[in-house]
T-cell receptor
Framework: SQQGEEDPQALSIQEGENATMNCSYKTSINNLQWYRQNSGRGLVHLILIRSNEREKHSGRLRVTLDTSKKSSSLLITASRAADTASYFCAKSLSTGNQFYFGTGTSLTVIP | DAGVIQSPRHEVTEMGQEVTLRCKPISGHDYLFWYRQTMMRGLELLIYFNNNVPIDDSGMPEDRFSAKMPNASFSTLKIQPSEPRDSAVYFC??????????????FGPGTRLLVL
């Protein structure tokens, strides 16, 4: 993809462990957002981080942004079975009106 | 608020038939987006509207696809004629205007389309 990808594509962990997903991009962004999609459902917004921010927290979620490396990571701490879902990053580019979703990371949390 | 509403939730049709997907965005949101999701291509932005006006339809795959937004509370995505490769989940999303760039998008539950 011209706008980067998420990795890993799939992740399987035990309940209670931390899960880390990464997102890369190739051009300057205005903001980057993380979404969750449960099987058969629509996407739900989790957190937004702006280009001038380096870290944000929301509950058990922690998002970091490294603009020099053009990458972001989503950390879910103390994972639960209910966290099982696909996670997508979406990039709002600085120029033009472009908004791209990545291919997603499929997370499975084993009880 | 009920959130973004899409109908139908499931649609099964035969190749060559016309398909119309409907979306009601969240009241007060200025932006409306149509996406298509498949295993092969992931989540693709097809078209988006700002204040009912189509801004970017470069993601619309072919002339068989068309989208309209006659008013702030209703949009349609039409496929005519439909083909098996159009089978996918189609999502509608809306977003409030905050500054000059998009902020959070709120997604509907999607319409699962199967073209036989």
């Amino acid at each position: 993809s011209q706008q980067g990808e998420e990795d890993p594509q799939a992740l399987s962990i035990q309940e209670g462990e931390n899960a880390t997903m990464n997102c890369s991009y190739k051009t300057s962004i205005n903001n980057l957002q993380w979404y969750r999609q449960n099987s058969g459902r629509g996407l739900v917004h989790l957190i937004l981080i702006r280009s001038n921010e380096r870290e944000k927290h929301s509950g058990r979620l922690r998002v970091t942004l490294d603009t020099s490396k053009k990458s972001s990571s989503l950390l879910i701490t103390a994972s639960r079975a209910a966290d099982t879902a696909s996670y997508f990053c979406a990039k709002s580019l600085s120029t033009g009106n472009q908004f791209y979703f990545g291919t997603g990371t499929s997370l499975t949390v084993i009880p | 608020d009920a959130g973004v509403i899409q109908s139908p939730r499931h649609e099964v049709t035969e190749m060559g038939q016309e398909v119309t997907l409907r979306c009601k965005p969240i009241s007060g949101h200025d932006y409306l987006f149509w996406y298509r999701q498949t295993m092969m291509r992931g989540l693709e932005l097809l078209i988006y509207f700002n204040n009912n006006v189509p801004i970017d339809d470069s993601g619309m795959p072919e002339d068989r696809f068309s989208a309209k937004m006659p008013n702030a509370s209703f949009s349609t995505l039409k496929i005519q004629p439909s083909e098996p490769r159009d089978s996918a989940v189609y999502f509608c999303a809306s977003s409030p205007r905050l500054g000059r760039k998009w902020e959070t998008q709120y997604f509907g539950p999607g319409t699962r389309l199967l073209v036989l």
